[in-house]
């Protein structure tokens, strides 16, 4: 590894190769802790066609000592051309336009993927076919319940970000806390089937009621731009036509679960 001889830290210019598909990148590699990011950021540039000349920095002194000559927070650092590009978040919003802060429906829509994927296997594995009445109910039951998971892992961060537009919880605070739990348990009943989904059904009618009231209130009469609590207090996902899908879901299976046991049973 090329030293600078004054501090001791990586030289980025001895031994620097010219050329568009060349980088340099810095990065932490000690005996304790490898930077998950710099390895990220290595694979990054390589996937780009990118030569890297790559740098460890194995002591702490060491990267101490190169924010300071670079005026950096952090590692890892990639230069390309001479040019200081950043850390990994810089990589890709220069490879891909990612940005961290803009919002964006994946989580939610990678939830009802996983969901629906889960009833076809459910379904096919114990029915026999995919194409039934009680493969929609599972997928609407494992979305609720997946979708709780994600609220469940830090209620209080779900609650503060839920208050800003849920109506009932800004009367009672702490329905914002009980809300994942009662989504929770109405998914996991309705999974059941059964009599365990009529007792579920109230719930899911209750909460989604309330929910499709909050939701449409702040976005199609109030007209705010809000962030959705529905995959957890600190997510991206704008309030919106989607998050009024999943309360709208829960309302069809509170109404359907009992309709279905007067008329079909």
Not at 33 to 55: A, I, N, T
Not at 90 to 110: E, I, Q, S, W
Not at 135 to 158: G, R
């Amino acid at each position: 590894m090329n030293m600078d001889s004054e501090n001791g830290t990586p030289s980025r210019q001895e031994g620097r190769q010219e050329g568009s598909n060349h980088a340099v990148l810095y990065r932490m590699v000690m005996d304790k802790h490898v930077c998950p990011y710099g390895l990220k950021s290595k694979w990054l540039l390589q996937r780009h066609g990118y030569e890297v000349e790559d740098h460890h920095l194995i002591t702490r002194e060491q990267t101490d000592a190169f924010k300071t000559e670079h005026d950096v927070s952090t590692t890892p650092q990639a230069f390309i051309e001479d040019t200081r590009i950043g850390g990994y978040d810089a990589l890709r919003a220069r490879f891909t336009g990612y940005d961290k802060t803009k919002k964006t429906y994946t989580p939610v829509l990678m939830i009802f993927a996983i969901s629906a994927l889960m009833a076809f296997a459910v379904a096919g594995g114990f029915i026999g076919t995919v194409f039934t009445l009680r493969t929609i109910e599972l997928f609407a039951a494992f979305a609720m319940t997946a979708l709780a998971l994600q609220k469940l892992k830090d209620v209080e961060s779900f609650s503060t970000m839920f208050l800003n537009y849920d109506l009932l919880a800004r009367r009672h605070v702490g329905y914002g806390y009980v809300y994942p739990f009662a989504e929770a348990a109405a998914g996991l009943l309705m999974i059941m089937g059964g009599m365990a989904g009529l007792i579920g059904a109230p719930i899911a009618l209750f909460i989604g009621s309330v929910g499709a009231v909050s939701v449409y209130k702040a976005v199609y009469i109030d007209k705010r731009e809000l962030k959705c609590a529905c995959v957890g207090g600190d997510s991206n996902v704008p309030l919106g036509f989607v998050s009024l899908t999943e309360n709208l879901v829960m309302i069809a299976m509170g109404l359907w679960m009992p309709l279905k046991m007067i008329f079909l049973s």
